[in-house]
Every structure is written in C-alpha cells, then in structure tokens.
C-alpha cells in the first residue's frame, strides 16, 4: 500500500528589475552632486551665480527620483498554486496585498491589446493583477506556464 504524496506547490516570484542597487545610488547621487555642485561653484567664482540655483535644483530632483525608487525596493509579486487554493501575495510601496481563491474557481484573465498583455486572477466576482513587475513577455510566458495548472482565460 502506498501513501498518496501531493505534488509540491508551483510558486513564482517577481521582483522589479534594478540595475543599480542602494549603495549604487547613494555613491552615484554623491558623484553627481560633487560634480554639478563643484562646476556651479565654478560658475559662481566667474560670476555666473545664477547657475547655483539651478545645481542645487538639479541635485534635488535627482535626490527625490531616488527616494521614490527606494519606497519601492521591497516590492514583491507571490502566486502559489496549490493543491485546492491559489494565494497571491503583493507589495506595492507601503501596501500589501493578499488574495486567496478556491482553485478550481479561479481563473487567470489574459488580455491582449496590441502588443500589451495584460494578466489578472479572478475569482468571486473578484480581480487581482498578476505580473505588474514584468515586460509583456514574461506576462505571455508566465500565462503559458499557467495553462494546465489553473484556468487561463484569453480576451
């Protein structure tokens, strides 16, 4: 006689694509304000002291994109499928997600317009996104790796 053993569950996981990583950013905004900074002194020593202004501004923009880009270096995208439920877990910036769906109910949206794919998985009259943080591509590819395993609606 043998036990039944379930099947391990299919899980992916997402996270956005950074090429440049925390202390990247901090060494490369610490390069540019040493430049932009040292030149606008220059600027001022000949007399050009309106360039400052524009420097420091400069520095300040770049200080902000950075900070937004750091509000969103944990976020994640988790879908587990499992033997009777399928879980989605997401972080975006402060906020985070969770779904459960009954998996034989569930069913994973595709939408096609042109050449953007969009994924969601809906289930109760509800719809949650999936793969936010991927091109369209990997949205195809990971439809793909869902047929089989959960219902993929195309539209």
Not at 13 to 38: D, K, Q
Not at 56 to 77: K, P, S, T, W
Not at 83 to 96: F, T
Request: charged content about 25%; aromatic content about 8%; hydrophobic content about 50%.
């Amino acid at each position: 006689m043998f036990l039944e053993v379930e099947s391990p569950p299919y899980i992916h996981h997402s996270v956005p694509n950074r090429s440049l990583g925390p202390a990247g950013r901090r060494i490369f905004l610490a390069l540019m304000a040493v430049t932009t900074l040292g030149i606008g002194m220059l600027a001022v020593v000949v007399g050009a002291w309106p360039v400052m202004p524009f420097a420091g501004a400069e520095v300040a923009l770049v200080f902000f994109a950075f900070h937004l880009v750091r509000l969103h270096d944990a976020d994640f995208e988790r879908l587990e499928i499992g033997p009777h439920e399928v879980r989605v877990e997401s972080r975006d910036a402060e906020s985070l997600t969770r779904f459960v769906a009954h998996r034989p109910w569930a069913r994973v949206i595709v939408r096609e317009r042109g050449a953007r794919c969009t994924l969601g998985l809906a289930y109760a009259g509800r719809t949650v996104q999936l793969g936010r943080l991927m091109s369209d591509e990997g949205r195809r590819k990971l439809a793909e790796e869902l047929r089989g395993r959960i219902a993929v609606t195309a539209k």
